[in-house]
């Protein structure tokens, strides 16, 4: 209930760094009847309604005209982690199991490690959600559930989650074919996502029109997160514990102690399917075979490391860059298999459920031991580090953790397998209540947190108002020590939302804060903006301090003091949590639009970087490539801004002719008019934007590319998704006489 009223939120990694933020700005621009295309807020003007990631033609999104945006934004997870629970279960029924079968999958889906993880994506949850529905519809085939089918393909498609939906088609491909056979099941497959796309045209052709100057579209060789992401062999051990690696959002000795084996977060935060799901799926492995292959073979893809990666940026141009994300392949193969495999135990299989008893006991048992190991083990270590008592108190912590694991999960086992045989009658829903016992240990990934400092941020840092660029640390340049979460003080409750940061992107967006140096996490940014950001981290703070002055920053947070620098002064400093902060203010930071004094041409984007960062003043210098640098330029002109909007920048220009800087990201998509003559835009001071305006006083628009082909790609998309509505209710008595359900092998 506090997550539906607000009280509450999801915080944890992408939901406030990437998620909120966006769809703050998008929310407040549907309100006023928008889809822009530039999100001026974020990297002076990075593709919006182009970023599927931002979900801008969901239909979900009608949810932020009606509520306030923080209510609508948690109602999206709730509502699509409740939806996949729902559309498994019709996945299940459609393949044929009992209700208690399908209520078991149901369960592994929805409330597995996997799934939980997702509630801190707010793209993935809604392919998470819709995709068992694609697979039921497929399988009862037919112009009704091809179309229905489609329709939630669509769905999965414009929430923003195209490669997600793209490894979907592996099982949908499974599914259609085993039940129809492979001729009509590979035309169902490919009908199914041909109407998808359809229906998702809209997204499709904002995506391509932005695609080829981003990261992730034009430079495949700039994606370096596709390594970062490969599922460790070490995580296998989450098969049978919950999160044996300790609890992510945690401060120690309850977080994470893995870093010396796992260099970072992994995507999935943990891939547990609870004790009794996996034992459930292993019965049905023999007769299930292809599922059980489909996932034994993701985890191992998963987990290939390099070779896996370098092949997804080959094949795919960078548009592929996490291996772990075919874990989506295991997901949906172990709930199936715990149906089944429920059924088998409830028939009869009595030599695999007193192997199983045995394994349950074995595992307890085990729990028992390390019960019993822990205080010689916490002596070895403590003998080892006699200075340092964190590894004792991580240990501590982690053996209970393992040890209750163990014997809540072997002793659910064991009463799971006794139900079977001893209470025929109710064994399924003790089995089932087994299994949700067992998933109630992944707790720890529901991370929520108060939602006031999202509302009534903190006013240690004034001065900030709408229209102002600032930086406000990680998930930015890492140019000082900065922690994103601070500790509640409480190692049992997960670590809140940092509240000192009041300049947090999640919090400054609502103010109208602009972040010129924000993350480019999903690639749709420039790469010439990405290339920056990496020649900065290296630069001294005199450099820094010029760039900031041109990138127009007014405010940085910083987790460390620095040196007394020329251009940057401090505010302010505030401690919480046993951290601190520093607020400073850059001197003099440019305007929207400025005319500068000179223009330079500079071939290598190194001395073009060099070439600002040690400037006496960087405003009064216009870095362009060498053929432009050579052109005829007013140093006298003057230019006013008159208007500023997400995708329109009008300003009045008075000179001799000349280049205009205007401080918002190069790209191809913008436009430039003086009456009805366009004029040149080339990028300037390596990613902004310059604009060549003849002799005069002009009135100088600036747009973003009419929406044209997004218009006319949205009503198509009504027609089709208008037309399978038609069909799915003109055919819902034909397909009632047609569907048997049977088994998928």
């Known amino acids: 209930m506090p997550m539906a009223t607000g009280e509450n939120t999801f915080f944890y990694r992408d939901v406030t760094q990437t998620h909120l933020p966006a769809k703050t700005f998008g929310a407040e621009m549907l309100r006023r009847g928008k889809i822009p295309t530039f999100n001026p807020h974020w990297g002076l003007g990075q593709p919006f309604r182009g970023n599927p990631g931002s979900l801008p033609f969901y239909p979900g999104n009608l949810l932020y005209l009606v509520l306030p945006t923080l209510q609508a934004f948690n109602l999206h997870y709730c509502l699509h982690w409740l939806l996949a629970g729902l559309t498994m279960t019709l996945l299940a029924r459609r393949l044929g199991m009992s209700f208690a079968s399908a209520l078991m999958a149901a369960l592994t889906y929805f409330g597995s490690g996997w799934m939980l993880t997702n509630l801190t994506f707010y793209n993935l949850i809604t392919v998470a959600a819709w995709w068992p529905a694609v697979m039921a519809f497929a399988l009862t085939g037919g112009r009704r559930g091809t179309a229905l089918a489609g329709l939630c393909c669509g769905m999965a498609l414009l929430g923003g989650g195209p490669i997600l939906a793209a490894l979907g088609l592996v099982p949908l491909l499974m599914v259609a074919v085993t039940r129809h056979g492979w001729r009509r099941g590979t035309v169902t497959a490919v009908a199914v996502g041909a109407i998808g796309m359809v229906i998702a045209l809209p997204q499709v052709i904002a995506t391509a029109r932005v695609l080829a100057f981003s990261v992730r579209g034009g430079s495949p060789a700039e994606v370096v997160q596709v390594s970062w992401f490969v599922f460790h062999p070490l995580r296998l051990l989450e098969l049978i514990l919950p999160l044996p690696l300790g609890w992510h959002g945690y401060s120690r000795p309850y977080g994470i102690w893995n870093w010396e084996w796992i260099e970072r977060t992994p995507y999935y935060l943990s891939i547990h399917q609870g004790l009794i799901g996996l034992w459930l799926a292993a019965v049905a492995a023999r007769r299930r075979w292809s599922w059980a292959l489909l996932a034994a073979g993701s985890i191992l893809i998963a987990a290939s490391g390099r070779p896996v990666a370098n092949l997804l940026t080959w094949v795919a141009g960078g548009l592929f860059r996490y291996p772990e994300k075919f874990l989506f392949w295991f997901a949906l193969a172990i709930p199936l298999g715990a149906g089944w495999g429920l059924e088998r135990v409830l028939a009869g299989a009595a030599g695999l459920r007193r192997a199983a008893r045995w394994v349950g006991g074995v595992l307890a048992t085990l729990g028992l031991v390390l ?88 006013n240690w840092a004034p001065g900030a108002r709408a229209g102002d660029q600032v930086v406000s640390g990680r998930p930015e340049p890492a140019w000082t020590e900065f922690s994103s979460y601070l500790a509640t003080g409480d190692p049992r409750r997960p670590e809140r939302y940092q509240p000192a940061l009041s300049l947090a992107s999640a919090m400054g967006i609502t103010r109208g804060l602009g972040y010129p140096l924000a993350h480019n996490g999903e690639g749709l940014g420039s790469v010439l903006r990405s290339r920056l950001q990496r020649s900065l981290i290296d630069a001294t703070w005199r450099q820094r301090a010029n760039w900031l002055r041109t990138l127009g920053v007014k405010l940085i947070v910083l987790g460390d003091q620095i040196e007394p620098t020329a251009g940057l002064r401090q505010l302010s400093a505030h401690q919480e949590g046993g951290k601190s902060f520093f607020l400073y203010a850059v001197d003099r930071p440019a305007p929207v639009v400025r005319w500068p004094r000179q223009l330079l041409g500079e071939s290598r984007l190194s001395s073009a970087v060099a070439t600002i960062g040690n400037a006496p003043d960087p405003l009064a210098t216009l870095v362009l490539s060498t053929n432009l640098g050579e052109q005829q330029h007013d140093p006298t002109g003057n230019v006013a801004l008159l208007e500023n909007e997400p995708d329109r920048v009008v300003f009045e220009v008075d000179s001799l002719g000349g280049v205009v800087a205007l401080r918002r990201s190069f790209h191809p998509l913008l436009r430039a008019w003086v009456d009805d003559e366009k004029l040149p835009l080339f990028p300037a001071d390596v990613f902004l934007t310059g604009i060549t305006v003849p002799p005069g006083k002009h009135r100088v628009v600036v747009e973003a590319a009419g929406s044209g082909p997004e218009v006319a790609g949205g009503i198509i998309a009504v027609i089709v998704a208008l037309g399978c509505l038609w069909l799915a209710w003109s055919g819902r008595g034909a397909s009632r006489r047609n569907v048997e359900p049977g088994a998928i092998a």
């Not at 982690?398 to 109710?426: D, E, H, K, S």
Request: glycine share 6%; aromatic share 8%.
């Open 371 to 458: 019960f019993a190991l822990r205080p010689w083990a916490i002596a070895q270590v403590s003998a080892q580090k006699p200075g340092d008592s964190l590894p004792g108190s991580i240990l501590a912590v982690q053996m209970v953790q393992w040890g209750w694991a163990l014997v809540i999960g072997g002793t659910l086992l064991v009463v799971a397998t006794i139900a079977c045989r001893a209470w025929p009658r109710w064994a399924p829903a003790v089995v089932l209540a087994c299994q949700g016992f067992c998933l109630l240990q992944l707790h720890p990934l529901l991370l929520i947190d108060s939602a006031t400092i999202l509302r009534q941020p903190s």
